[in-house]
Nanobody, 114 residues
Framework: QVQLVESGGGVVQPGGSLTLSCAAS????????MGWYRQAPGKQRELVAS???????NYADSVKGRFTISRNNGKNMVYLSMNSLKPEDTAVYYC????????WGQGTQVTVSS
C-alpha cells in the first residue's frame, strides 16, 4: 500500500519562503513521476510542479522562477522549495506519485498572509 505524507506547510508572510516535503512509503517500484498540486478555496486543483525519475522538471507558469521541485530517489521523497510567496499561493498542497496509477497525499495547508 503506497502512502504519501506531506509536511512543511504553515503560515508565512508575503515574500517569505517555505519548503514542503513528501515521503512515499510502501513503494516497491520507484515512482516514474512525482509532483505537487494545489487547490485554493473555490478553485480547481492545479499542477504546481512535477519531476520525472530522470530529473526532468515541469512548472506551472505562475510559479516559474519562484518554486523549485527536487526529489531523492533513494529515499522516495520529493520536495517543493517555495520562495517569494504571494497571497495567491495560498492553497492546500498535495503530493503525488505515479506508480502504474497516481497516488495522492492528504495535503498540507500553505497560507500566505500578512
Amino acid at each position: 500500500q503506497v502512502q504519501l505524507v506531506e509536511s512543511g506547510g504553515g503560515v508565512v508572510q508575503p515574500g517569505g519562503s517555505l519548503t514542503l516535503s513528501c515521503a512515499a512509503s510502501g513503494v516497491v517500484f520507484r515512482p516514474e513521476t512525482m509532483g505537487w498540486y494545489r487547490q485554493a478555496p473555490g478553485k480547481q486543483r492545479e499542477l504546481v510542479a512535477s519531476i520525472t525519475r530522470g530529473g526532468n522538471k515541469n512548472y506551472a507558469d505562475s510559479v516559474k522562477g519562484r518554486f523549485t521541485i527536487s526529489r531523492n530517489n533513494g529515499k522516495n521523497m520529493v520536495y517543493l522549495s517555495m520562495n517569494s510567496l504571494k497571497p495567491e499561493d495560498t492553497a492546500v498542497y498535495y503530493c503525488t506519485a505515479d506508480i502504474r496509477r497516481t497516488y495522492w497525499g492528504q495535503g498540507t495547508q500553505v497560507t500566505v498572509s500578512s
